[in-house]
């Protein structure tokens, strides 16, 4: 190596980038799957533009000998498939690192990066000591900082290596990821047979097609040097962990806990989740898309008043034209899960990026008053344990559940250990048996606020539906007694929803005897956990928003510090709402890329040494 700092390889990222579209997602998975196969716990991140093909795109994958929960901003080896990674990373690659790059793309003036934009441009051009420098320059950059960079020709490589094997061009530049993920693993010294065996599963429905691609692989390991102090080797036996992301993890713990209907019109990110249960029909729900958001909520009202367990899935420019027909679940006590996946906004805003920005929307959406109940995922874990709780919480007590996701968590894929999909119980409800006649479906004889319910259409049986308030069967009224009697059984909903949690489900607080505390939601757990490693910190991670758990006891006395992505700090307003206590200290981050541990850990640091003002920005990413 030179004289450089070897990489940490307990613990070490690959990042690959170039052209969306070009199947860097293909290539992110492979080298995943090869590491996962070797006992690697893996975690996978993409970042990508929303807008047209070609734009830079690139994936993060983290590999470990343990568990991880979050991302570095600084990778250890970075492919760099085209000319834009080469520049739009630099400074991003740890010291004692290696750089992959395509000699003839350094030749490459900034000016010809045709999908670079403006903005862009004029930051790299200052960077690289102005005018139309040459991409040689980020290469001295790269160097200067102690990196190591590797020549390596991929698409002549490509050419060459289907040659040897007996393909055509065209099959050549078919498998120029599988040639990129092959030359990293080969200069990490890990062994092939685990790539043979993740080309295997990834093409196991075309067979030639896989028996080429390990061909391809077999050649490049034999033209590819291992580097000089970087030997990869088998971390142990996966045995039968699973590798998934939160949008699936979500379908699995609704189907588990007895999903058999979902609607969804397309809109990113949340049409991920539609798409997987789509792939597996053998789950047995029934997924329609439809032509609106308005088709999709009132689509899954109905299912539901029928009988069957429904759910939606949507991000917030869909959600926003929902807030009608949640005011009408609320009012007809329908069972309605809502898995709102939340992306960086106002309107269309940036629909592949990732933000914490309709909290209170979630909160309050919708006019009028009416009980519903607002649960984050923290996880790949939890999006499944909260998907089949959000089901469950819909149906006993007859009322709509809003699933906050993001679109880091939904585009996060982890190898986990398998779910327990055995201890999912399905709760029913309260459900009438075969009544006679006209049925009080409203009935103000509820305990907790929660009548005994029937499917609509049930034979023998009848009610009314109406947006409007009623009465116990019905009925349209204006009535003030019936009016107060139907709004407060209503509410009962929550305060019986609340106590059926129990506190321990509504938060969960790691080291809570530290002086001073972090609190966050959603998916800031697993950066934060991680950056405060060593630090005098506790962190406490707000599962349920709404109702919102009973903190008082715990939050007196500490220093408290609020870790959120949204710009106005929703979570320390809400924070100081329920309990009386603003954060001494707001660290938010809403340019719509990730968290990453060393942003965190730095702000973390800075409260502690009395460096930090009220309010810290994160602003790391490209």
Known sequence: MGGMERPKLDDFTWRVGGPQGGGIETAATLFAQALARGGWWVSARREYHSNIMGRHSYLDVRAARRPTRAFFERVDLLAALDAETLVRHLDEVKPGGVLVYDPGAARTPLSKLAMLDDAAKKRLSERLGGGDPPLERALERYRTAGVRPVPLALAPLAREVAEAVGADALTARKTLNTVAVAASLALLGYPLEFLDAALADQFAAKPRVAELNRKVAAEVYRRVEPLEGWRVSAAGTPGERIYLNGSHASAMGKVAAGLGFMSYYPITPATDEPFYLEAHPEAGVLVVQVEDELAAVNMAIGASMAGARAALTTSGPGFALMTEALGFAGITETPLVVSLYQRGGPSTGLPTRTEQGDLRFALGAGHGDYPRAVLASANVE??????????????????????????????????????????VELDPGVVAEAPEGVF????????????????????????????????????????PELRDAMMEKRAAKLAALGEWLGPGAMYRAHNPEAGTLVLGWGSTEGVALEAMEGLDLGYVQVRFLLPFPDLEALLEGKRLVVLEYNQSGQFARLLAQETGRRPDHLIVKYNGRPMTIEEVRAAFEAVLNGEAGAHTVLRAGV
């Open 382 to 423: 939890d999006a499944f344990a909260d998907a089949a709780l959000a089901m469950n919480l819909a149906a006993r007590f007859q009322l709509p559940v809003v699933h906050l996701m993001d679109k880091h968590l939904a585009a996060t894929t982890r190898v986990v250990e398998p779910f327990d999909v055995g201890s």
């Open 440 to 479: 009080p479906r409203f009935s103000l004889a509820a305990e907790g606020g929660v009548s005994p319910r029937i499917p609509v259409g049930t034979p023998g049986a009848g009610y009314w539906i109406t947006s409007d308030e009623h009465d116990e069967v019905g009925h349209i009224t204006e009535d």
